[in-house]
T-cell receptor
Framework: GAVVSQHPSRVICKSGTSVKIECRSL??????MFWYRQFPKKSLMLMATSNEGSKATYEQGVEKDKFLINHASLTLSTLTVTSAHPEDSSFYIC?????????????FGEGSWLTVV | AQSVAQPEDQVNVAEGNPLTVKCTYSVSGNPYLFWYVQYPNRGLQFLLK??????LVKGSYGFEAEFNKSQTSFHLKKPSALVSDSALYFCAVSPRTGGGNKLTFGTGTQLKVEL
């Protein structure tokens, strides 16, 4: 299957600072990337969908000014958590979609643990 | 809006026995259906998907799933479980039209395979 890499895998930041998480598709071009958030023992909550070269589409209730998503190339999307607070601590997972067709598989990265202290 | 239900939080099975992880879905029109597996502190690994055609889909690691339109189900199965299959399994659905290509996940089922 296609490979998606996320970096960093774990990050600790101080409250009020910003942190960036990178998501790269290593062996395919991901025209669409998805950012999910997973709470402990909970399902995955879609935060936003990003298409290369355009603005991300955020799900209802997700603050776009707090969770900045950039999809500058077909192989890289970034999530920046701005002015982080302890409640932003979570496991963030990105996924890249192979191709434009609905039903194409989304391949996910290994996830990034964010801890805000 | 689409939704997925995984009615069992946990499934326990003895190694060598068959396993079933249940999934039902709700979506307008025909769905695309997916199964992913998550090992502790890891991302999601794609197992299999149903797009069209044969209702029985075979995937990675000996897993298979059967699409049942009348029961709106897509249960994951494996004939003989391994201890290494112990993980968190997610069913997901995407509508064929609209929905923005988004995957909606179920709440996950923890599979525990014991010796």
């Amino acid at each position: 299957g296609a490979v998606v890499s996320q970096h960093p895998s774990r990050v600790i930041c101080k409250s009020g600072t910003s942190v960036k998480i990178e998501c790269r598709s290593l062996d395919f071009q991901a025209t669409t990337m998805f950012w999910y958030r997973q709470f402990p023992k909970k399902s995955l909550m879609l935060m936003a969908t990003s298409n290369e070269g355009s603005k991300a589409t955020y799900e209802q209730g997700v603050e776009k000014d707090k969770f900045l998503i950039n999809h500058a190339s077909l192989t890289l999307s970034t999530l920046t958590v701005t002015s982080a607070h302890p409640e932003d601590s979570s496991f963030y997972i990105c996924g890249g979609k192979t191709g434009d067709k609905i039903g194409n598989t989304i391949y996910f990265g290994e996830g990034s643990w964010l801890t805000v202290v | 809006a689409q939704s997925v239900a995984q009615p069992e939080d946990q499934v326990n099975v003895a190694e060598g026995n068959p396993l079933t992880v249940k999934c039902t879905y709700s979506v307008s029109g025909n769905p695309y259906l997916f199964w992913y597996v998550q090992y502790p502190n890891r991302g999601l690994q794609f197992l299999l998907k149903y797009i069209t055609g044969d209702n029985l889909v075979k995937g990675s690691y000996g897993f298979e799933a059967e699409f049942n339109k009348s029961q709106t189900s897509f249960h994951l199965k494996k004939p003989s479980a391994l201890v290494s299959d112990s993980a968190l399994y997610f069913c997901a659905v995407s509508p064929r039209t609209g929905g923005g290509n988004k995957l909606t996940f179920g709440t996950g089922t923890q599979l525990k395979v014991e010796l």
